[in-house]
């Protein structure tokens, strides 16, 4: 799920056993997941979940990660109390599964969202971070709501379209090299267009050796020789975060 043209099977890789330090909100018509950080911040990042959903331990892992670090981080449900996808799924069902629940389809509940964090939780610096699906959702954003300061897209592309690379805010994507989604013609692709078109900052890394959600759902401490990479490419994220919003 990690190109919106071609969707495919990913899978969901090392599930932690992990409860969160945040809580769930009712934000108008849906959930969210919201953590705050230590100290006040008027600084908040949307955290974008990918197929397994909103409440996966791996993905409220990060939001947490990003509160430490100073911002109020909100996951909320896109999928709208709609199961998500799960590894015990027919992949030949995805297709059907995922109609309803596109990526480019979350413009509603986005400005529900900036509304509540501008309004509930007073927020003036908002950006945007997305896992596969999420990361088709974040590049999405960032081409078309300029309330979005800054985004980092992990392991996702929106489909082709010229637009996809007159990007609004600054924009890191991230990838893996042995991502069997993405293959590396179409990453060096975006970055050759975005290099032509866009007018904003933005870094496109390949990490070597990495595979499909390995920042998010590979854990480091039972795959040691990832860890370095796991680590570097979160603090890519909290680093381009912390530049741009």
Not at 76 to 82: E, H, I, R, S, Y
Not at 108 to 133: D, M, P, S, T, Y
Not at 190 to 208: G, H, M, R, S
Request: net charge neutral.
């Amino acid at each position: 799920m990690a190109n919106e043209a071609k969707p495919c099977p990913c899978d969901i890789g090392d599930r932690m056993e992990y409860g969160g330090l945040g809580q769930e909100v009712q934000i108008e018509h849906f959930k969210a997941y919201v953590v705050k950080p230590p100290a006040t911040s008027d600084k908040a990042i949307i955290v974008i979940q990918d197929i397994f959903g909103w409440q996966l331990p791996n993905t409220r892992y990060m939001a947490d990660m990003l509160a430490a670090n100073g911002y109020l981080a909100v996951c909320p449900d896109f999928f709208l109390g709609k199961e998500p996808w799960s590894p015990s799924h027919d992949w030949s069902t995805f297709t059907e599964w995922r109609k309803d629940k596109k990526p480019t389809n979350i413009n509603k509940e986005v400005n529900l969202l900036l509304r509540f964090l501008k309004e509930q939780c007073g927020a003036k610096h908002i950006g945007v971070v997305g896992f596969c699906w999420g990361g088709i959702a974040t590049h999405y954003l960032v081409l078309h709501n300029p309330e979005v300061k800054a985004g980092v897209s992990f392991y996702g592309i929106i489909g082709e379209g010229e637009d996809r690379y007159d990007l609004k805010s600054p924009t890191l994507f991230i990838f893996g090299e042995k991502d069997h989604l993405i293959p590396m013609d179409q990453v060096s692709g975006l970055e050759a267009k975005l290099k032509e078109k866009c007018t904003v900052d933005y870094q496109v890394k390949i990490f070597p050796g990495q595979n499909h959600g390995f920042a998010h759902r590979k854990r480091e401490d039972i795959s040691p020789a990832d860890k370095p990479r796991i680590q570097e490419a979160r603090t890519d994220m909290i680093n381009w975060l912390n530049k741009y919003i």
